[in-house]
T-cell receptor, first 111, second 107 residues
Framework: NAGVTQTPKFRVLKTGQSMTLLCAQD?????MYWYRQDPGMGLRLIHYSVGEGTTAKGEVPDGYNVSRLKKQNFLLGLESAAPSQTSVYFCASSYSKQPQHFGDGTRLSIL | AQRVTQPEKLLSVFKGAPVELKCNYS??????LFWYVQYSRQRLQLLLR??SRESIKGFTADLNKGETSFHLKKPFAQEEDSAMYYC?????????FGAGTTVTVRA
């Protein structure tokens, strides 16, 4: 029972590079979310999706793009990474509006 | 704007003692409030939500609209309650989290 799986778990990028974080859930949840967590702060919502083919902006969407082509997957993209995007990224899914199941997180460092 | 404040970064209690984690919020509408918990080497998970008025693992939380608070309480702390706790305020799909409180329960 995998729940929510995030890949990769760690990554180091150089400024300007691009990458995609993958989130997969096997619970048939409609709602999926991407959060970032920075030291001394709570999780902040980047983007979310209320169903396959839909995405919406959260609290801190700038510099990120997302796609939900399949119900079970929610991708987070950084087109041109910046040091300010160094963070721990969490994906979550739920059958309701608020996240219930979280992944292990992806630790991303941008040099 | 909505905001969640958890004034205590660290909280240490002895086993069997009561524990209370403070959460204050600011929000102009009718809030939906939640507590999340992350145990060591485990994933963040939903602990309880105020609309359910439930007790989970001995924890309860009462929404006090007058004081704009949603404190989490347990009368007798156990060692397995040691974890990071986050209070969160829901506004439609946008959940605002507090910075979290690390609870350590000592034997």
């Amino acid at each position: 029972n995998a729940g929510v799986t995030q890949t990769p778990k760690f990554r180091v990028l150089k400024t300007g590079q691009s990458m995609t974080l993958l989130c997969a859930q096997d619970m048939n949840h409609e709602y999926m979310y991407w959060y970032r967590q920075d030291p001394g702060m709570g999780l902040r919502l980047i983007h979310y999706s209320v169903g396959e083919g839909t995405t919406a902006k959260g609290e801190v969407p700038d510099g990120y793009n997302v796609s939900r082509l399949k119900k079970q997957n929610f991708l987070l993209g950084l087109e041109s990474a910046a040091p300010s995007q160094t963070s721990v990224y969490f994906c979550a899914s739920s059958y309701s509006k608020q996240p219930q199941h979280f992944g292990d997180g992806t630790r991303l460092s941008i040099l | 704007a909505q905001r969640v404040t958890q004034p205590e970064k660290l909280l240490s209690v002895f086993k069997g003692a009561p524990v209370e984690l403070k959460c204050n919020y600011s929000y102009s509408g009718s809030p939906e409030l939640f507590w999340y918990v992350q145990y060591s080497r485990q994933r963040l998970q939903l602990l309880l939500r105020h609309i359910s008025r439930e007790s989970i693992k001995g924890f309860t939380a009462d929404l006090n609209k007058g004081e704009t608070s949603f404190h989490l309480k347990k009368p007798f702390a156990q060692e397995e309650d040691s974890a990071m706790y986050y209070c969160a305020l829901g506004n439609d799909y946008k959940l605002s989290f507090g910075a979290g409180t690390t609870v350590t329960v000592r034997a």
